[in-house]
């Protein structure tokens, strides 16, 4: 039998090992929102006072794009709820012909089911868009928008259908997929261990992804690229192709002291899961200075 205190202590290292497991997934639950039902990934301190962050993932993406900063901002004080978005990990409702309008409704009615008249939203590639397109349609909801990882304005720098690859091929081999990852989604500097971590979870949901495609390619980017008037962040990883950081100096040009531009050396476009403390920070620093 092990000494008392080697078990206490094995106890101990397990228990740590489940919590930061717990930590990473969240807390799961489904709402109905009458015209579809979502399923959320919520990350939240033990305070009813709260100010909540609404957030979306990329293109086709679940919740675990927010899964490393998730936890750090719930510590910092703020509720952060990711939205599966139609189709995605057991959400529902139609996926034809839709808008980023439609998209952004969908936002609308889970903040009216949490009660928050007002709230943050954070929009993660594809996400920004449908994130700008919700404060242009309801600015009188929206207390900040951050956007990690934005692009729309610049084209990518990757190669061309490498990325939909990746995203799209779920019988890819790992090899394959580690290369298009390492392409596409992560800076060079990146450790090989976060990029296996990332291909190892990656799931897929062809039909959300094509119809988010589709629901921008249905909305002019006039309609939402401004993301209204109110106070904007951008994160972005210094060694991003898919997004490249022009897309950044050009709204920072265009929106002058409205807009807050942060860069992180060393990540690319999967920045939160890449740098999760500096992406974390620069979004807590930008919401403390922009409370409901």
């Given at each position: 039998?092990?000494?008392?205190?080697?078990?206490?202590?094995?106890?101990?290292?397990?228990?740590?090992?489940l919590g930061s497991a717990l930590a990473q997934d969240g807390l799961r639950y489904t709402l109905d929102i009458g015209h579809a039902e979502l399923n959320l990934v919520e990350w939240?301190?033990?305070?009813?006072?709260a100010e909540l962050i609404l957030a979306l993932p990329g293109s086709g993406g679940d919740y675990s794009r927010y899964k490393r900063i998730g936890p750090i901002i719930a510590d910092a004080g703020y509720r952060l709820v990711v939205i599966n978005q139609r189709g995605i990990m057991g959400s529902t409702g139609n996926l034809n012909d839709l808008?980023?309008?439609?998209?952004?409704?969908?936002?609308?009615?889970?903040?009216?089911?949490?009660?928050?008249?007002k709230f943050h939203i954070a929009g993660w590639a594809f996400g920004n868009r449908t994130s700008r397109m919700l404060a242009t349609d309801y600015p009188e909801r929206v207390a900040s928008i951050t956007l990690i990882a934005a692009g729309g304005i610049v084209p990518a720098l990757t190669e061309p259908g490498e990325l939909a690859m990746l995203l799209g091929d779920r019988n890819l081999p790992f090899d394959e997929k580690m290369q298009l990852a390492r392409r596409t989604l992560f800076s060079a500097?990146?450790?090989?261990?976060?990029?296996?971590?990332?291909?190892?979870?990656?799931?897929?949901?062809?039909?959300?992804?094509?119809?988010?495609?589709?629901a921008n390619?249905?909305?002019?980017?006039?309609?939402?690229?401004?993301?209204?008037?109110?106070?904007?962040?951008?994160?972005?990883?210094?060694?991003?192709?898919?997004?490249?950081?022009?897309?950044?100096?050009?709204?920072?040009?265009?929106?002058?002291?409205?807009?807050?531009?942060?860069?992180?050396?060393?990540?690319?476009?999967?920045?939160?899961?890449?740098?999760?403390?500096?992406?974390?920070?620069?979004?807590?620093?930008?919401?403390?200075?922009?409370?409901?």
């Open positions: 039998m092990k000494p008392l205190r080697t078990r206490i202590w094995l106890c101990l290292f397990l228990s740590n090992l939240a301190p033990d305070s009813a006072s808008t980023l309008h439609d998209l952004a409704d969908d936002v609308i009615a889970v903040a009216d089911q949490l009660g928050a008249d500097a990146t450790a090989d261990a976060l990029v296996e971590d990332y291909v190892e979870s990656l799931r897929y949901w062809p039909d959300a992804r094509t119809a988010q495609g589709q390619r249905n909305t002019p980017l006039e309609e939402w690229v401004a993301g209204g008037d109110g106070p904007l962040l951008m994160v972005m990883g210094e060694d991003d192709l898919t997004a490249p950081i022009e897309n950044g100096h050009i709204m920072k040009a265009e929106h002058g002291d409205r807009l807050k531009l942060v860069i992180v050396p060393g990540a690319g476009h999967v920045v939160g899961l890449e740098k999760p403390a500096d992406t974390a920070a620069a979004i807590v620093e930008f919401l403390k200075n922009h409370p409901l």
